[in-house]
């Protein structure tokens, strides 16, 4: 007989992964009743792969959601065994906050922020399927944010979601993030098991339930190294690699966790490791053609690189504990998924690692994805209201990708049931908007990764603004509490007020100051000069000010770093604010709906089948398909710039591109 479960809750999400737990948190500190339902409570926000949170573009990504109001950078904060500041010596832009973490803490600190919620319901269970119903389409598109939906009639709307006991579950929104588990099967060489990660079995049900609704599905791949028995590791003979001494957090809050830090090693791959590689390359099932999804171009195996790589004879492999109360060790950039024997072979060639003992092999899992051209910026899916995607079921890889999209998938899932616009955030605002963008707009053949060349905007999205650039929105949508709102209020008074004195305060060039100037940077005054005017010296930091300028000791060190960059970078970031306002201008530009693209001669054959597949809403969206060329976009200009002109001499409105001929 089947149980129903009444009544309908406002949100459910499926998955208590990095996207889940945003998604779940950010539902209901909004104020929806909310479900989170998962295969395995005590796996709530486990790292499947790495143990670290953040490194380029990621740390990006972790700053902006919580200065948005979402919770990864407070889980890091709590949890790290390690801080370090990745390219400290390059440009801002790239400078990225990696956290090591502790796994296990990690996992702690997060279902403990999900049992605080008391809107928060947890449901250990496999959701199989999910139920949809017909009805009509006016009066959803203002929720959806994208007035395609106003030419369909009828659309599915979420009902519920069914589970494998037989029990339905009754909702007004759905937030899939089901990671690496749709009929997910590992790899370890020959051997194939299903499952969803290491030691978890997979889930069944969903993609049927989804390909029903129309989306499209695909398979990718993934890998993870073997983990160690740390105490038969020799760390004498490796390179140790501590913490930074005085530490960076990722959250904009204060009063950051202090903790005694531990140090990570490095070691590296030899022509011993690679000839192993290269005689049983035949026993791996990327290269036997058993394992057929693409895998992440920028985390490749280890096969994969000694194979397309060959003139390098060595590949750096960082040592890495998963925790401060375990042994256990993740040797990063090792990941394979040879055979088990192989695996401990090519382990034991390692310096160091000779009599290593591996604890747990690296495996290879495959899983389903849905392509998230198949998605509204919303996150909703384009066949369904109701029915949100978020992190690695849309394609991409990583813990930082996943929770971005899970928050912006909880925020938008709340917004829907209120029938208030998606939230929609810029590429230029954020890498958050990017990576949705790219997402959404993109056909995606491989994982995605974020990448801070995948920016346009990078020096404007730096992990030091991302409260400048996000906070106020987090506020208006009501997740930014009064805490953190006073927080960076003071930040910004405090940064006025710098930037004003800067310029006030001037030295004199006296000897003493010179000296100073000449013995930390070769640099001289001959003149009455601002401190404004020494900060925008490239070589002339705050440290070396600080010699000369008692008040700027007792600055917060996130003051400083945000009022020197913005001094040191003032013109670029001009200039980049000056292309993102044009770039904007022509991006917002909107595509009329449903456009028969293939009627217009001029545009490629390549452009026309990716406009119809992708009905992308603006210019800029266009602009960014993969295969449209400039002339493409050029054509599409003139098309728009011609219907304008129509319209002010016809004082007609709108009418839609399909009143114009097809000849440019
Ligand atoms: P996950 O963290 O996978 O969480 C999925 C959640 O969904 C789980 O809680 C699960 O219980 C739940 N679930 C699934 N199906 C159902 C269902 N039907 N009903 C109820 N609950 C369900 N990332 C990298 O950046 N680099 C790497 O090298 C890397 N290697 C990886 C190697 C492996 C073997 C794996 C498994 C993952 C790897 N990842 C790597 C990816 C990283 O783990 C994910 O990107 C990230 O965890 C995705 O987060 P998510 O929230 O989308 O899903």
């Given at each position: 007989m089947?149980?129903?479960?009444?009544?309908?809750?406002?949100?459910?999400?499926?998955?208590?992964?990095?996207?889940?737990?945003?998604?779940?948190?950010?539902?209901?500190?909004?104020?929806?009743?909310?479900?989170?339902?998962?295969?395995?409570?005590?796996?709530?926000g486990?790292?499947?792969?790495?143990?670290?949170?953040?490194?380029?573009?990621k740390?990006?990504?972790?700053?902006?959601?919580?200065?948005?109001?979402?919770?990864?950078?407070l889980?890091?904060?709590?949890?790290?065994?390690?801080l370090?500041?990745?390219?400290?010596?390059?440009?801002?832009?790239?400078?990225?906050?990696?956290?090591?973490?502790?796994?296990?803490?990690?996992?702690?600190?997060?279902?403990?922020?999900?049992?605080?919620?008391?809107?928060?319901?947890?449901?250990?269970?496999?959701?199989?399927?999910?139920?949809?119903?017909?009805?009509?389409?006016e009066?959803?598109?203002?929720?959806?944010?994208?007035?395609?939906?106003?030419?369909?009639?009828?659309?599915?709307?979420?009902?519920?979601?069914?589970?494998?006991?037989g029990?339905?579950?009754?909702?007004?929104?759905?937030?899939?993030?089901?990671?690496?588990?749709?009929?997910?099967?590992?790899?370890?060489?020959?051997?194939?098991?299903?499952?969803?990660?290491?030691?978890?079995?997979?889930?069944?049900?969903?993609?049927?339930?989804?390909?029903?609704?129309?989306?499209k599905?695909?398979?990718?791949?993934?890998?993870?190294?073997?983990?160690?028995?740390?105490?038969?590791?020799?760390?004498?003979?490796?390179?140790k690699?501590?913490?930074?001494?005085?530490?960076s957090?990722?959250?904009?809050?204060?009063?950051?966790?202090?903790?005694p830090?531990?140090?990570?090693?490095?070691?590296?791959?030899?022509?011993?490791?690679?000839?192993?590689?290269?005689k049983?390359?035949?026993?791996?099932?990327?290269?036997?053609?058993l394992?057929?999804?693409?895998?992440?171009?920028?985390?490749?195996?280890?096969?994969?690189?000694?194979?397309?790589?060959?003139?390098?004879?060595s590949?750096?492999?960082?040592?890495?504990?998963?925790?401060?109360?375990?042994?256990?060790?993740y040797?990063q950039?090792?990941?394979t998924?040879?055979?088990?024997?192989?695996?401990?072979?090519?382990?034991?060639?390692?310096?160091?690692?000779?009599?290593?003992?591996?604890?747990?092999?690296?495996?290879?899992?495959?899983?389903?994805?849905?392509?998230?051209?198949?998605?509204?910026?919303?996150?909703?899916?384009?066949?369904?209201a109701?029915?949100?995607?978020?992190?690695?079921?849309?394609?991409?890889?990583?813990?930082?990708?996943?929770?971005?999209?899970?928050?912006?998938?909880?925020?938008?899932?709340?917004?829907?049931?209120?029938?208030?616009?998606?939230?929609?955030?810029?590429?230029?605002?954020?890498y958050?908007?990017?990576?949705?963008?790219?997402?959404?707009?993109?056909?995606?053949?491989?994982?995605?990764r974020?990448?801070?060349?995948?920016?346009?905007?990078?020096?404007?999205?730096r992990?030091?603004?991302?409260d400048?650039?996000?906070t106020?929105?987090?506020?208006?949508?009501?997740?930014?509490?009064?805490?953190?709102?006073?927080?960076?209020?003071?930040?910004?008074?405090?940064?006025?007020?710098?930037?004003?004195?800067?310029?006030?305060?001037?030295?004199?060039?006296?000897?003493?100051?010179?000296?100073?100037?000449?013995?930390?940077?070769?640099?001289?005054?001959?003149?009455?000069?601002?401190?404004?005017?020494?900060?925008?010296?490239?070589?002339?930091?705050?440290?070396?000010?600080?010699?000369?300028?008692e008040?700027?000791?007792?600055l917060p060190?996130?003051?400083?770093?945000?009022?020197?960059?913005?001094i040191?970078?003032?013109?670029?970031?001009?200039?980049?604010?000056?292309?993102?306002?044009?770039?904007?201008?022509a991006?917002?530009?909107?595509?009329p709906v449903?456009?028969?693209?293939?009627?217009?001669?001029?545009?490629?054959n390549?452009?026309?089948?990716?406009?119809?597949q992708?009905q992308?809403?603006?210019?800029?969206?266009a602009?960014?398909?993969?295969?449209?060329?400039?002339?493409?976009i050029?054509?599409?200009?003139?098309?728009?710039?011609?219907?304008?002109?129509?319209?002010?001499?016809?004082?007609e409105?709108s009418?839609?591109?399909?009143?114009?001929?097809?000849?440019?």
């Amino acid at each position: 007989m089947q149980m129903t479960t009444q009544p309908a809750i406002d949100t459910i999400v499926i998955g208590a992964g990095h996207a889940g737990i945003e998604a779940a948190m950010a539902s209901a500190r909004l104020g929806c009743s909310t479900m989170l339902i998962t295969l395995n409570l005590d796996t709530i926000g486990q790292m499947s792969c790495n143990p670290a949170i953040g490194g380029p573009a990621k740390s990006q990504l972790v700053k902006e959601i919580d200065a948005l109001g979402g919770v990864m950078g407070l889980c890091a904060d709590a949890t790290y065994i390690q801080l370090k500041t990745l390219n400290s010596s390059k440009g801002p832009a790239v400078r990225a906050l990696r956290a090591q973490s502790d796994k296990a803490e990690y996992r702690t600190y997060c279902r403990k922020l999900i049992e605080s919620m008391p809107n928060i319901k947890l449901r250990q269970t496999m959701v199989t399927e999910i139920i949809t119903e017909v009805i009509p389409a006016e009066g959803i598109a203002g929720a959806v944010g994208n007035s395609s939906l106003e030419s369909n009639s009828e659309i599915r709307q979420l009902i519920g979601v069914k589970d494998n006991l037989g029990l339905t579950y009754y909702a007004k929104s759905l937030i899939i993030t089901t990671g690496t588990f749709l009929n997910g099967k590992l790899w370890v060489g020959e051997q194939s098991m299903g499952g969803g990660r290491p030691g978890e079995s997979g889930s069944f049900g969903i993609t049927g339930s989804l390909i029903e609704l129309g989306l499209k599905t695909g398979r990718l791949k993934t890998g993870t190294p073997p983990r160690i028995d740390g105490r038969t590791i020799d760390t004498n003979k490796l390179d140790k690699h501590p913490g930074d001494s005085i530490p960076s957090y990722f959250s904009f809050l204060p009063n950051r966790p202090v903790k005694p830090q531990l140090p990570c090693y490095l070691t590296r791959t030899n022509a011993k490791t690679h000839a192993l590689i290269e005689k049983h390359l035949h026993r791996s099932p990327m290269y036997t053609g058993l394992l057929h999804g693409p895998g992440p171009r920028y985390c490749p195996s280890i096969e994969d690189k000694v194979t397309r790589f060959p003139d390098k004879d060595s590949h750096h492999l960082f040592v890495e504990p998963e925790g401060r109360n375990t042994y256990e060790v993740y040797l990063q950039g090792f990941s394979t998924c040879l055979p088990y024997d192989v695996q401990q072979a090519m382990v034991n060639t390692l310096p160091g690692l000779e009599n290593a003992e591996i604890i747990r092999p690296a495996c290879a899992v495959e899983y389903d994805y849905f392509p998230a051209y198949q998605l509204h910026h919303s996150l909703m899916s384009k066949k369904a209201a109701g029915i949100f995607l978020a992190g690695q079921i849309n394609g991409t890889s990583g813990y930082e990708e996943a929770a971005a999209q899970g928050l912006i998938a909880g925020i938008n899932a709340t917004r829907f049931i209120r029938q208030q616009a998606p939230l929609v955030l810029s590429r230029q605002s954020s890498y958050i908007g990017t990576l949705i963008d790219d997402l959404v707009t993109k056909e995606i053949s491989e994982p995605y990764r974020m990448l801070t060349s995948r920016s346009e905007f990078r020096l404007l999205l730096r992990q030091d603004n991302a409260d400048q650039r996000l906070t106020p929105i987090g506020r208006e949508i009501g997740l930014v509490d009064d805490e953190r709102w006073a927080v960076f209020v003071e930040k910004n008074q405090a940064i006025a007020t710098e930037q004003a004195r800067l310029k006030a305060v001037c030295v004199n060039p006296t000897e003493a100051i010179n000296t100073i100037l000449q013995t930390h940077c070769n640099e001289q005054v001959h003149e009455k000069t601002s401190l404004y005017q020494l900060l925008r010296r490239p070589p002339i930091r705050y440290d070396i000010i600080e010699h000369f300028d008692e008040t700027s000791k007792q600055l917060p060190a996130s003051v400083k770093t945000y009022v020197e960059t913005e001094i040191k970078y003032e013109g670029y970031l001009k200039r980049q604010a000056q292309s993102v306002k044009k770039l904007s201008e022509a991006g917002n530009v909107k595509l009329p709906v449903n456009f028969d693209y293939g009627a217009i001669a001029q545009l490629s054959n390549e452009a026309k089948e990716k406009l119809a597949q992708l009905q992308p809403t603006t210019l800029g969206q266009a602009a960014k398909i993969p295969g449209l060329t400039p002339a493409d976009i050029g054509i599409l200009q003139i098309l728009l710039t011609r219907k304008k002109q129509r319209a002010i001499q016809t004082s007609e409105s709108s009418k839609g591109l399909q009143a114009l001929p097809d000849q440019v």
